[in-house]
């Protein structure tokens, strides 16, 4: 019983390790940034002095700090949702999944 639950432990190891390299795909070569990572730490750091500044006395200060905060929360939700669903922009403010536009680019090839 011991060898059966190592044995479906490994399994299920691997199988996460192979997702996790699904994912990382030809990019894996160099050193990726994690903007996403980046961005949240930046918003919680940023939080946190807002209220600092503000027990300082410094209220404009404040607003200004807890403000970019919060535009890097957003961008960091924005990278998030574009990696989450592969999206690649065509156009002005049009995104699209890869996919979809993989398709289109082998269908105009083949014409």
């Given amino acids: 019983m011991l060898e059966e639950r190592t ?3 490994a399994e299920a190891e691997s199988a996460v390790e192979g997702r996790a390299g699904d994912e990382r795909g030809a990019a894996d070569d160099g050193v990726r940034v994690d903007f996403v990572r980046v961005f949240r730490v930046a918003a919680c750091l940023l939080f946190a ?3 600092v500044l ?3 006395r410094r209220p404009e200060a404040a607003f200004l700090v807890a403000a970019l905060g ?3 929360w957003f961008f ?3 990278t998030a949702l574009i990696r989450k669903h592969d999206l690649v ?3 002005g403010r049009n995104w699209r999944p890869r996919r979809e536009v993989e ?3 082998v269908e ?4």
Avoid: N, S, T
């Fill in 7 to 9: 044995d479906e432990r």
């Fill in 49 to 51: 002095a807002a209220p």
């Fill in 54 to 56: 503000l027990y300082l």
């Fill in 70 to 72: 919060a535009a890097a």
């Fill in 76 to 78: 960091g939700m924005r």
């Fill in 89 to 91: 922009k065509v156009g």
């Fill in 103 to 105: 398709e289109e680019d």
């Fill in 108 to 111: 105009d090839v083949e014409d």
